[in-house]
């Protein structure tokens, strides 16, 4: 028998305290919700008889995707490929911005106009001229999801690195800390929640920026397989591809949170996922 207090001895974690871990509770609530939709709206087109060609029913869309997997699987490689592409570009250019934005404070007055016209120019409004510029080939649509999905990053990482206080600045200084080094030792953890926010936004955004690339000039992708079933009047084909948007959707921004946990545990949203299990 061991003398260590059992209740400080790691144990290997039970049912029951697998069952009472935060993230899978969040998981089990998130596909509940979703369920309960899905449940509902099938019910709801076998109660009303609603035709197919206005709303295809959750089994009819799910059949649809099983059906034609191939001419889904082809063009979902395309748009997320835009999206991921447009989103890492997003996070280089977006953190890049707000990094000069804090440490040279004189460049803000300049840039930001900048931005904001970039953020409130429609981007349907803007693709036809980027296909004019750069054809009709993948890079317009992954830049205008980069033009969505950048200012979000860029605000919300500028007001993280500039949050810091000033006794910690005023600690750094003292100790004859660089300019380079306040920067990565000080501003940069400090900011790491505002930037995580932004890019769990951003992804979202990204994902419409591909699809406005394509609705506007694209010859592939989910949002071009969308076009040509609302120009068919195949309903179910144009239901199934925005499942799979959705599906995918959820996917990358669980992948950014997941990142998220794993760069900082530390955080206050995250740090209670990350607590062993001891005792019982």
Request: charged residues 15%.
């Amino acid at each position: 028998m061991s003398s260590e207090p059992a209740a400080t001895r790691m144990a290997w974690p039970t049912i029951g305290a697998i069952g009472r871990h935060p993230a899978l509770q969040k998981a089990l609530k998130m596909s509940g919700s979703l369920l309960a939709f899905f449940v509902l709206w099938e019910i709801c087109c076998r109660v009303f008889e609603i035709p197919e060609f206005i709303l295809p029913s959750p089994t009819t869309t799910i059949l649809t995707v099983i059906k034609k997997w191939d001419l889904f699987a082809k063009h979902s490689v395309v748009t997320f490929y835009e999206t991921g592409a447009g989103f890492l570009m997003a996070v280089a250019f977006g953190v890049f911005v707000a990094a000069i934005i804090v440490v040279i404070p004189v460049l803000a007055d300049l840039i930001m106009p900048l931005l904001l016209i970039s953020q409130l120019v429609p981007k349907v409004a803007v693709a036809p001229i980027l296909l004019i510029w750069f054809g009709y080939g993948l890079f317009p649509k992954i830049f205008i999801a980069f033009l969505i999905a950048f200012f979000p990053i860029v605000v919300n990482t500028a007001a993280g690195l500039a949050s810091v206080e000033r006794p910690m600045l005023d600690l750094a200084r003292s100790l004859e800390a660089t300019r380079w080094q306040i920067f990565l030792k000080f501003r940069v953890p400090v900011a790491l929640p505002e930037m995580f926010s932004g890019m769990k936004i951003a992804i979202t955004l990204a994902v419409i920026g591909a699809i406005i690339g394509e609705f506007v000039g694209g010859s592939s992708g989910l949002g071009y397989l969308i076009l040509i079933a609302n120009s068919e009047l195949d309903t179910p084909l144009a239901f199934a591809a925005l499942l799979l948007l959705s599906i995918g959707g959820i996917i990358l921004y669980a992948a950014v949170e997941l990142l998220e946990r794993l760069v900082i545990p530390w955080n206050k949203s995250t740090q209670a996922e990350f607590r062993p299990v001891v005792g019982g």
